[in-house]
Structures are given as structure tokens and as C-alpha cells.
């Protein structure tokens, strides 16, 4: 069951990058509008974010804050009980002063109930930016809104921002997340209470290997999952076996064509320009129809 009242969540993830994550993630959340679906997509690939180049829109920017300890240096006496009170490693007294190293600080006020001189306190600091707002040029009674996350260069707080862009998809029927590549903490944030988890991979050893590590990410989270061959047709690697081998079902196959690639590097909506897109999309949404059924 998803996290959001009763909205239903498809997560589409991949172990690497380049196998047609987002891809799958625009033209599926497009066909679930399309269904009849209030839709938000939230591209949650928050140090790449693309998944707005597809799409016309109008948004509305807020930045992300994220709290953080603060030392007031006239009054710390450098005794070290802030120190020794977090978890984190996010402060070292050098030379008789305190330092509060931003980029490891989770913000769980700690330090400050420790401090016995009041000398420690919060403040708050931008980590990045979410944006939202309805995709204009679909049809009138096609309701799809996009939510982006974009970290500031250089911070490391991507699940962070991942997380306030999920909060803006509250309160729509479904939710279609284009999660980080990889498995790092920001992709465990994008998938953790997905209804669907999408594992887009591609025939090739690269993305056997990676395809595994994402399957085990998604039954570490215990998401029910189904995989997205892309580029179906070449390669070495028989991921329908392994599939087969592993319990879960191959829901759809993207043929490796030309078009395909050179619509998708127009930032066009493949599946409204290529019949063989448009089938696999089809099938991810009766997969997402079943799922909805049955939760
Ligand atoms: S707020 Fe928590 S994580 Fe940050 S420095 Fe204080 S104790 Fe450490
Ligand atoms: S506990 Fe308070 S006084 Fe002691 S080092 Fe930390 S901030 Fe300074």
C-alpha cells in the first residue's frame, strides 16, 4: 500500500543511469493521465533532473531548508558535551572551538538539549529547490502534474529534498516517482512506500548487474516489483530468464530502434510517435490497473 492516503505509487528505477528511466517514467505518467488518472509525476533524480524538458508548464519554485546546529561562539566554553551527544560525527572542538560540519548535521537537535550553557542552537539552510505545476498541452480532461527536486551543486542532502518533492503529491490518485539511479540512500527515499516498483534495465551485463542490485533494493523495501527490458533486441544477456529465475514478471519490452533514440533526444513523448513504445507503456498500465485492484 502506498504512503499517501490512498493514492496509489509506481516507482521507476534503475541500478545505473542511461537505461531509460525517464523515458518510462513521462511517457507512463502521460498513458495514466490519459486512463483517467489525476496524476503527478515527481522526478526525484534530484542531481539531473529532466523530466520538465518534455513537458510545457508553468511552475512555482520553493526552496528546501533543512535545519542544522549552530553554535554561539561567544558563549561556548568548548567543554565537548555537544560533541559527544551526536550521533553523527557533526562536530569536533579544534583548538578550543566548536565546529559544526553542515554536510553530516541530520538536524535531530541533540546538541542542543546537551549543551548545558544554551550555547548551542538551530538555524536552517537551503539544500535545494522543489518546482510544481500542471503540464499544460495535454488534453483538457487529462489532469498531469509535475514536481521536480533539483539539489543545490555541491550538498549531499538529496534525500532531503527528494522527500518535500513526495510531500507535494499528496492528495492525487497516483503518483509516478523517476527515482535516482543506483541504490544509494537518495533512491531508497524516492521508492520506500511505492505501491509498483518499475526496474528499467537493458540486455547487457552492465545492466544485469545493476538490475540485480536494484532488485534487491526493492525487496530490502519489500515493494513488489516488475522490470521494463529497454533496448530489447540487443545485447548478450537473456534478462527474461533471469526474470523467470528470480519470480519477477517482465511486465513490458522496448524495442532497440532508431526512432526511439532520436525521438527521445527530441524530447519528444516517444510513445505518442512510435507504435512499439506505446504497447510497452500499455502494458505497464494495466500492470499499474491490476496492482491498483488489488490494494
Ligand atoms: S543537530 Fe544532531 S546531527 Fe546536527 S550537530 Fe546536533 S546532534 Fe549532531
Ligand atoms: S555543549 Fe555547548 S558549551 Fe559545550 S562545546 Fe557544545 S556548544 Fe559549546
Redesign the pocket.
Given at each position: 500500500m502506498s504512503d499517501v492516503g490512498s493514492t496509489f505509487i509506481v516507482a521507476v528505477a534503475s541500478g545505473k543511469g542511461g537505461t531509460g528511466k525517464t523515458l518510462v517514467a513521462t511517457n507512463l505518467a502521460v498513458a495514466l493521465a490519459r486512463d483517467g488518472r489525476d496524476v503527478v509525476l515527481v522526478d526525484c533524480d534530484v542531481e539531473a533532473p529532466n523530466d520538465h524538458l518534455f513537458f510545457e508548464m508553468d511552475a512555482q519554485h520553493r526552496a528546501v531548508m533543512v535545519p542544522l546546529a549552530e553554535?554561539?561562539e561567544e558563549?561556548?566554553?568548548?567543554?565537548?558535551?555537544?560533541?559527544d551527544a551526536c550521533a553523527y560525527g557533526a562536530?569536533r572542538?579544534l583548538g578550543g572551538h566548536?565546529l559544526v560540519f553542515p554536510e553530516l548535521c541530520h538536524g535531530c537537535g541533540a546538541?542542543v538539549i546537551?549543551?548545558?550553557?544554551g550555547?548551542?542552537g538551530e538555524t536552517r539552510r537551503r539544500v535545494g529547490e522543489v518546482s510544481w505545476g500542471p503540464v499544460r498541452g495535454l488534453a483538457a480532461q487529462d489532469r498531469l502534474t509535475l514536481v521536480s527536486g533539483t539539489l543545490d551543486i555541491g550538498d549531499v542532502k538529496a534525500p532531503d529534498v527528494i522527500r518535500a518533492a513526495r510531500s507535494l503529491a499528496a492528495g492525487h490518485a497516483c503518483v509516478v516517482l523517476d527515482a535516482p539511479p543506483g541504490v544509494s540512500c537518495a533512491a531508497v527515499a524516492a521508492v520506500k512506500g511505492a505501491g509498483l516498483l518499475l526496474l528499467v534495465t537493458e540486455p547487457t551485463p552492465f545492466g544485469l548487474h545493476d538490475l540485480e542490485l536494484a532488485a534487491r533494493l526493492g525487496h530490502e523495501l519489500e515493494v513488489p516489483m516488475a522490470v521494463v527490458l529497454n533496448r530489447a533486441g540487443t545485447g548478450s544477456v537473456d534478462i527474461e530468464a533471469w526474470c523467470t529465475r528470480e519470480g519477477i514478471p517482465l511486465v513490458a519490452r522496448i524495442p532497440f530502434m532508431r526512432e526511439v533514440a532520436e525521438k527521445y533526444a527530441d524530447a519528444c513523448l516517444v510513445a505518442d510517435e512510435v507504435p512499439a513504445v506505446a504497447d510497452a507503456i500499455a502494458a505497464m498500465v494495466a500492470l499499474v490497473a491490476e496492482r491498483e485492484a488489488s490494494v
Amino acid at each position: 500500500m502506498s504512503d499517501v492516503g490512498s493514492t496509489f505509487i509506481v516507482a521507476v528505477a534503475s541500478g545505473k543511469g542511461g537505461t531509460g528511466k525517464t523515458l518510462v517514467a513521462t511517457n507512463l505518467a502521460v498513458a495514466l493521465a490519459r486512463d483517467g488518472r489525476d496524476v503527478v509525476l515527481v522526478d526525484c533524480d534530484v542531481e539531473a533532473p529532466n523530466d520538465h524538458l518534455f513537458f510545457e508548464m508553468d511552475a512555482q519554485h520553493r526552496a528546501v531548508m533543512v535545519p542544522l546546529a549552530e553554535v554561539d561562539e561567544e558563549a561556548c566554553t568548548a567543554c565537548g558535551a555537544c560533541r559527544d551527544a551526536c550521533a553523527y560525527g557533526a562536530i569536533r572542538i579544534l583548538g578550543g572551538h566548536t565546529l559544526v560540519f553542515p554536510e553530516l548535521c541530520h538536524g535531530c537537535g541533540a546538541c542542543v538539549i546537551a549543551c548545558p550553557i544554551g550555547a548551542m542552537g538551530e538555524t536552517r539552510r537551503r539544500v535545494g529547490e522543489v518546482s510544481w505545476g500542471p503540464v499544460r498541452g495535454l488534453a483538457a480532461q487529462d489532469r498531469l502534474t509535475l514536481v521536480s527536486g533539483t539539489l543545490d551543486i555541491g550538498d549531499v542532502k538529496a534525500p532531503d529534498v527528494i522527500r518535500a518533492a513526495r510531500s507535494l503529491a499528496a492528495g492525487h490518485a497516483c503518483v509516478v516517482l523517476d527515482a535516482p539511479p543506483g541504490v544509494s540512500c537518495a533512491a531508497v527515499a524516492a521508492v520506500k512506500g511505492a505501491g509498483l516498483l518499475l526496474l528499467v534495465t537493458e540486455p547487457t551485463p552492465f545492466g544485469l548487474h545493476d538490475l540485480e542490485l536494484a532488485a534487491r533494493l526493492g525487496h530490502e523495501l519489500e515493494v513488489p516489483m516488475a522490470v521494463v527490458l529497454n533496448r530489447a533486441g540487443t545485447g548478450s544477456v537473456d534478462i527474461e530468464a533471469w526474470c523467470t529465475r528470480e519470480g519477477i514478471p517482465l511486465v513490458a519490452r522496448i524495442p532497440f530502434m532508431r526512432e526511439v533514440a532520436e525521438k527521445y533526444a527530441d524530447a519528444c513523448l516517444v510513445a505518442d510517435e512510435v507504435p512499439a513504445v506505446a504497447d510497452a507503456i500499455a502494458a505497464m498500465v494495466a500492470l499499474v490497473a491490476e496492482r491498483e485492484a488489488s490494494v
